[in-house]
């Protein structure tokens, strides 16, 4: 008997489409805007808005919005372009709020 096991995923809480997978974490020791959030190299089903300059703890970030593109809900932002040396890394990831998404196929 083969028992098929999808991979682990992180849904959108509010309307359950499918929005990471969990392979794709790289931190889950994220403060988002309200509490935790994890960040991923890469995120599904979302659709992003327009880029701005926001001032973050960690230095100054261009930075967009991140939207289920089915239910519009915001889920959290992307990093289109960091300034400090140090944030490079963040450059093209996503950060998606905990409390904003939860698992499936755990
Ligand atoms: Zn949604």
Redesign the pocket.
Known sequence: MEELIGPRLYI?C????H?AFHDDVISKAFQGRNGRAFLFSHAMNIVTGPKEDRQLMTGLHTVTDVY?S????V?GWKYERAYEESQKYKEGKYVLEKSKIAKENW
């Open positions: 959108c509010n309307c359950r489409s929005v289920c089915d239910c519009h809900e889920l």
